[in-house]
């Protein structure tokens, strides 16, 4: 069994910063590329940012370029998405998934049961 797991959200004022950790533990061989995705309320689910093994990324949405920074320590299966200067328009439940190489050397697609962002005015 193969789980990813996040932590870090809660609430904050605009302005301010949190640290969004997505935690893969489990039967796992390797972990490839993390993703963070977010739902904000009345939208669809949208990627945020992606990061390979290797530790090629990118942040997909204009409004976070220069306020998010998505991470990971390869050691300890974890990503990171740093989010700084807050908004309102942040506020949504935070997702990670990750393509996940288990030690029966299926490859999985998993996801995460998300964190909840909520940014205060």
């Known amino acids: 069994q193969v789980q990813l797991v996040e932590s870090g959200g809660g609430l904050v004022k605009a302005g301010g910063s949190l640290r969004l950790s997505c935690a893969a533990s489990?039967?796992?061989?390797?972990?490839?590329?993390m993703l963070w995705y977010r739902q904000t309320p009345g939208t669809q689910r949208e990627l945020v940012a992606h990061i390979t093994r290797d530790g090629d990324q990118a942040i997909y949405i204009d409004s976070l370029k220069g306020r998010f920074t998505i991470s990971r320590d390869n050691a300890k299966n974890t990503a990171f998405l740093q989010m700084n200067n807050l908004r309102p328009a942040d506020t949504g439940v935070y997702y990670c998934?990750?393509?996940?190489?288990?030690?029966?050397?299926?490859?999985?697609?998993?996801w995460g049961q998300g964190t909840q962002v909520t940014v205060s005015s």
């Open positions: 489990g039967s796992i061989s390797r972990v490839n590329t």
């Open positions: 998934n990750a393509n996940i190489k288990g030690q029966d050397l299926r490859t999985l697609d998993v």
